[in-house]
């Protein structure tokens, strides 16, 4: 599986080429994103099922690398559905958009730079500086322009200028940038409050994959 989707531009070119059907058998991957989870609970960690530095986007890829180090395989189930009732409402909203767009990807960088090594990760955010520079400049040309005031193009420009300043303050500063990052994001989406961590807590074998308190 893709650790990020690829820059904008590049997927009008290729999106034709790259489209193909799902294989009706299983299919094994490294792992998944974002998508729903059916897990043997032999295979959890004893600890918490997703690192707990990481607040929002990404978790996936260390659940699944725990699975795999237990000698357990993942799959994608191309005939499974299912339905998700609940949108995501920070695309309607332009600084919500900015933080979650910031912080996608600074995580989608960090697990690049842990699977393949730091300079595809780098090679990868420069493609994706490029491609949101080029986009942003050409929609505030075209809003310049323009006689009538567009909300989608106005949440578009939000969302290609946060990749741009992201991907250069990911160039200069690194990792140090998603702890930053990740952490004004937690606190945004919490309603400008540090949220109260749990205590240490283990997976139950006899109750189920769900934390439980060690007292």
Not at 12 to 34: D, M
Request: charged share 20%; with cysteine.
């Amino acid at each position: 599986m893709k650790l990020s989707h690829s820059p904008s531009l590049l997927q009008r070119f290729t999106s034709k080429r790259r489209q193909t059907s799902l294989p009706s058998a299983p299919l094994e991957v490294p792992w998944v994103w974002g998508t729903g989870f059916v897990v043997r609970k032999e295979s959890l960690a004893q600890a918490y099922l997703f690192e707990e530095d990481t607040f929002l986007f990404g978790e996936e890829y260390s659940l699944c690398c725990t699975i795999k180090e237990k000698g357990y395989k993942v799959f994608i189930l191309p005939s499974a559905k299912m339905h998700h009732h609940v949108s995501v409402t920070f695309k309607y909203n332009a600084r919500s958009l900015a933080v979650a767009r910031k912080l996608f990807l600074a995580v989608s960088w960090r697990l690049r730079k842990r699977h393949y090594g730091l300079l595809v990760a780098t090679l990868n955010l420069l493609l994706h500086l490029l491609d949101a520079l080029l986009l942003w400049m050409a929609l505030t040309i075209k809003d310049l322009l323009g006689k009538e005031q567009n909300q989608r193009r106005r949440l578009m420009r939000t969302h290609y200028g946060a990749l741009v300043i992201a991907s250069l303050a990911l160039l200069v500063w690194g990792n140090k940038y998603w702890v930053a990052v990740n952490s004004a994001a937690q606190r945004f989406f919490n309603g400008d409050t540090d949220p109260v961590r749990p205590p240490v807590t283990r997976v139950d074998r006899q109750e189920g994959p769900w934390p439980v308190n060690e007292n």
